[in-house]
C-alpha cells in the first residue's frame, strides 16, 4: 500500500542501491603509493573507536591480517578517542606505545580531516602542507570519486597536548599521511527495482552522504538519470515551498 500511494521514493545509497559490503581498494601514501603506515594507522583508529563499526570500519579490519593485528593491538594502547560526529565527520583516537609515547590518528571525509591538517608526511618526511600540495590531494581524491571510489583521508600527531580531556579542540595541527580508498559495488537487482519502480509512476531520490562524483557514477551504471544535486547547506537555506518544488 506504502508503494503504491507514492510517487517519490527517497532512498539511500550504500547498502540499498549498493552491496551491504564496502571493499577496500587500496591504502596509499599522499602521493598514491600503497602505505602500510596508513593502514596499520586505520586499523588502530577502527579498532579501538566504540562508537557503532560502519561497513568502512568493517572493511578497514578486515584489511589486515591477523598477525599485524595482534602486534598492532599490542603495541599500541588505547588512552582516549573523539567520537565521529556528522558536524566534524571525523573520528579520532589517541593511542600509546610501550615507551609512553601517545600518538592521535583521526580518518574521515576529506574536506574535514584537511582542515585539520598543517603538514603532510611525503617522501621528504613531514612538511607543511601549501597550496600546491593541497591542489595535487583534491585533483587525485576527484579522480578516485569519479571512477566510483569513495576516499577516506588519514591524519595523526605525536604527543598531543590534551586540552583538558582530550577533545575535538585536539584535533589540530595534524599531519596528513594518507587515504584509503574503497568500493561499493551496486546490488544485481537495483537496475531493474530502480526501473519497475519508474514503469510504477515512482520517481527516485538518493540521499546520500557520499560525494557528487561518486554518487554520479553508481547512478550510471544502476540506469538512473543525474538531474543535478542538492547538498545540506541548499537545503538549510529554503522554505517548505522551495523545498517542495526542488524534489
Known sequence: ??????????????????????????????????????????????????????????????????????????????VDEIPFDFERKRMSVVVKDATGKTQMITKGA?????????????????????????????????????????????AQKNNPSAVGAFSALDEKDMVLIGYLIFFDPPKESTAQALKHLKECGVTT????????????????????PFTGVLLGKDVEGMDQKSLESAV
Not at 15 to 26: A, H, Y
Not at 116 to 138: H, Q, S, Y
Not at 205 to 224: C, N, P, Q, W
Open 1 to 78: 500500500q506504502n508503494f503504491g500511494a507514492m510517487d517519490i521514493l527517497c532512498t539511500d545509497k550504500t547498502g540499498t542501491l549498493t552491496q551491504d559490503k564496502i571493499v577496500l581498494e587500496n591504502h596509499t601514501d599522499i602521493s598514491g603509493k600503497p602505505s602500510e603506515h596508513v593502514l596499520h594507522s586505520a586499523w588502530l583508529n577502527s579498532h579501538y573507536q566504540t562508537g557503532l563499526k560502519n561497513l568502512l570500519d568493517t572493511a578497514v579490519l578486515e584489511g589486515v591480517d591477523e598477525v599485524a593485528a595482534r602486534r598492532l593491538s599490542s603495541d599500541w594502547q588505547k
Open 205 to 224: 531520490k538518493v540521499l546520500t552522504g557520499d560525494s557528487t562524483e561518486v554518487a554520479e557514477y553508481i547512478f550510471k551504471l544502476v540506469g538512473l
Open 110 to 154: 576529506l574536506e574535514e580531516i584537511l582542515s585539520i591538517c598543517a603538514f603532510c608526511e611525503g617522501d621528504n618526511g613531514v612538511v607543511p602542507l601549501d597550496e600546491m600540495t593541497l591542489k595535487k590531494v583534491r585533483d587525485m581524491v576527484a579522480d578516485y570519486s569519479r571512477r566510483g571510489f569513495r576516499v577516506i583521508a588519514v
